[in-house]
């Protein structure tokens, strides 16, 4: 009888993460090119990004109750395929409309592999679970580092935008692979019931808090997902500050949990929400070697903030579970998706001033990017009102307790602490 390999399924779990940060970073890297090649607008852009960023939280919000039914095998299945439809229709696009679909498909296999992931990992590691899902999800960030940087090499080479999508086929094989020939254990060692959940999601903090969350995602990944079109004529090349910043956030969030544990997370939150101000608003005005300064700020301020609102969640509002996990993960793609239109259209806006004072080409362009930034610095000053407001709120109070048993509880904290 086939054995459980957990050495070989934790492996192929990091793969999985790694192509979705992949697709993240290369679609931000190509934006450019399909603008030249299909003669869309940022706008249009915009779109385009939003179904990926619409999948994903379609996949994981529908994953917390999946999870259940289906076991994580075939999740990840589902992610596998819908990760090779998704590529190779991308690679095949003609124009607007097929790569709205095809982005949704890539989007629905990224929110798959987080939804299947982290309760694998929770199950198959119950004795060490927060330390090795934290190893896990250092591959998101770290996928970018990498689809970042393949991006830009294969694009100073002149080599076309299909081929960069190309490229990740070889790892969406490997741990489709992986995953197709490998038993999966029984979940056996995690709380697979919801229906106690579905009670604590009406509560008015955990509603704050996914309100806060849209912000949070919104100043991270919207940010990113545009640093080519926002940052391109700043004098500093866009994919190695996207490197640069998420190489950060990897090494930051590694040595997470000795922090997390030690701070109060609301303190966290509130000095994140300050310091990506600063970042962001400081990429606005600067040009030159002094981006890199300002994206390492960024970098500081946004480490933090995915892991630490799912770390929340799980500490102060442990009846709403796995499911609340999930939701609150979603409900941050889901604003991404929403609002990358709205940034798109902000760009576009942007070079109608720039050629309103007489401004033409770089000049244009980053005229256009730092008013971009300019907007997109006021998500993270609201969030310093919210977590100030918050910090004030929570002073003193104890962290509830779940009314599970203490293994439950503690799979509902660790896989927390993984999360994002």
Known sequence: MMQINRS???????????????????????????????????????????????????????????????????????????????????????????LIISSFFIGFA?????AGCNPLIADMYHKNKTTMLNKFHVWFPGGIVIGALISKFMTDASLGWELQIAVMLLPTVIYGYLMLTQKFPEAENIDNSTSHNIKALASPLFI????????????????????????????????????????????????????????????????SAIVSTLGIYTMSIAT????????????????????????????????T????????????????????????????????????????????????????LSNLTLFPLVLIVAFGGLYIYMRNRPKPQSGHSEGEQSSNIDNAEGAA
């Open 8 to 98: 070989r399924l934790f492996i192929a779990s990091c793969i999985a993460l790694a192509v979705t940060a992949m697709t993240f970073a290369i679609r931000a890297g190509i934006l450019g090119q399909l603008s030249d090649s299909y003669g869309l607008s940022d706008t249009e852009l915009g779109w385009i990004n939003a179904m990926a960023f619409a999948g994903f939280p379609v996949a994981t919000m529908l994953g917390g109750f999946l999870y259940n039914l289906m076991g994580a095998k075939k999740l990840l299945i589902v992610a596998f395929f819908c990760h090779l439809l998704g590529l190779i229709l991308t690679m095949a696009a003609d124009g607007f409309w097929l």
């Open 110 to 114: 990224n929110g798959s592999v987080e």
């Open 208 to 271: 704050f808090m996914v309100l806060c969350m849209t912000l949070t995602a919104t100043t991270e990944l919207g940010t990113q997902q545009w640093i080519e079109r926002i940052l391109g004529a700043s004098g500093a090349s866009p994919m190695i500050i996207m490197a640069m910043v998420t190489g950060l956030m990897a090494v930051g969030r590694y040595f997470a949990g000795p922090l997390v544990h030690t701070l109060n997370p609301v303190g966290i939150l509130l000095a």
């Open 288 to 319: 030159g070697n002094m981006v890199y300064f300002a994206a390492i700020l960024f970098a500081l301020g946004v480490t933090y903030f995915w892991p630490t609102m799912i770390g929340f969640i799980a500490e102060y509002q442990p009846r």
């Open 321 to 372: 579970g796995a499911l609340g996990m999930s939701l609150i993960g979603g409900a941050g793609m889901f604003s991404v998706s929403m609002w990358n239109p709205v940034i798109g259209s902000w760009i576009d806006e942007g070079r109608v001033q720039a050629a309103s004072q007489n401004l033409v080409g770089p000049a244009a362009e980053l005229a256009a990017g730092q008013a971009t």
